[in-house]
């Protein structure tokens, strides 16, 4: 009994002993590939805290604060985090969809771009997960906000889940309550809204200025059939008559959004009118309206 004894104890120690060295490589594991062109901090796993100023790999479980600057942090596979000052981005190694491991990033604050060229790539924000196949905007501070540039996302929070389609987002606001997709707010002082936003928003202030004007100038009595066919003689051989009227609008803002109509190529003519107007009237600039129909300023 006592040799027993010593053998049970002999193998519970081997036992633990492999069960630290598969954690030890675990962590040990290369996760991302961080570029920075700036300052960075670093926590690694030993509890020490790093600065970097140029390249260094990442293991499962670091932390990534920018001081200033900005810094690409590649997850393999097509998939790339882009950084700004006071993101602070942790990596983690997970199962991923298939069953296999899979590098995400776990967004403890500030935002981080989301790029893919390959398969999609999962952020972590709280009780949030966001999985983007594109581009897209993961913002975290009072609420999680998932703003899509191009493709699409997946967010869940607490079981719920929404699909963000190109140029909307979502926020959650709490656990479990993430609100419809809505029209992306961006701001021209935003370097990433610029990058994939920027002409849509210089030609929306050109729409909306001429809009303006255009209802300005004309009574209303005269935005009859005839004169939208006469501005834009497209009109004609898409059946545009009366039934295109009935909902009240400014003559400037149903003139842009016919002619953005006729230059989209998203369905027929009738669904087409009824995605541009609904997506103007649920908050989108003309700009956004314009690249949602794939229309730019020489189409």
Not at 134 to 141: D, F, I, W, Y
Not at 203 to 213: D, M
Not at 265 to 285: C, I, L, N, Q
């Amino acid at each position: 009994m006592r040799r027993l004894r010593r053998w049970f104890v002999v193998g519970l120690l081997v036992l633990v002993g492999l069960a630290g060295a598969g954690c030890n490589r675990q962590s040990s594991t290369p996760a991302g590939r961080l570029t920075v062109n700036g300052r960075a901090e670093v926590a690694v796993t030993s509890g020490e805290t790093v600065r970097v100023t140029g390249s260094r790999t990442l293991k499962s479980g670091e932390q990534v604060r920018m001081l200033d600057g900005s810094a690409k942090l590649s997850l393999g596979q097509g998939r790339e985090l882009e950084l700004r000052k006071d993101s602070v981005v942790r990596l983690a190694v997970s199962p991923g969809p298939t069953g296999q491991a899979e590098t995400r990033g776990e967004l403890v604050s500030g935002d981080v771009l989301v790029v893919t060229t390959g398969d999609a790539a999962t952020v972590v924000a709280g009780d949030s997960t966001v999985q983007v196949t594109g581009a897209a905007k993961v913002s975290k501070e009072l609420a999680v906000v998932a703003a899509v540039y191009q493709g699409a996302a997946g967010v869940s929070s607490a079981g719920r889940p929404v699909s963000v389609p190109a140029l909307r987002q979502v926020t959650v606001p709490a656990p479990g309550l993430p609100s419809r997709a809505t029209p992306i707010a961006f701001s021209a002082s935003d370097s990433w809204d610029q990058r994939y936003l920027g002409d849509a928003i210089d030609l929306g202030n050109q729409l909306a200025a001429r809009s303006k004007g255009l209802t300005a100038q004309l009574p209303a009595a005269t935005a009859t059939v005839a004169f939208y066919r006469q501005v834009l003689p497209g009109l004609a051989s898409q059946g545009f008559d009366e039934s295109f009227l009935l909902t009240a609008r400014p003559a400037g803002e149903r003139l842009v959004g016919a002619a953005i109509t006729l230059e989209g190529a998203k369905g027929a003519f009738p669904e087409r009118w009824a995605s541009v107007f609904a997506f103007h009237d649920d908050g989108a600039p003309w700009g956004l309206v314009a690249l949602d129909q794939g229309v730019t300023r020489t189409s």
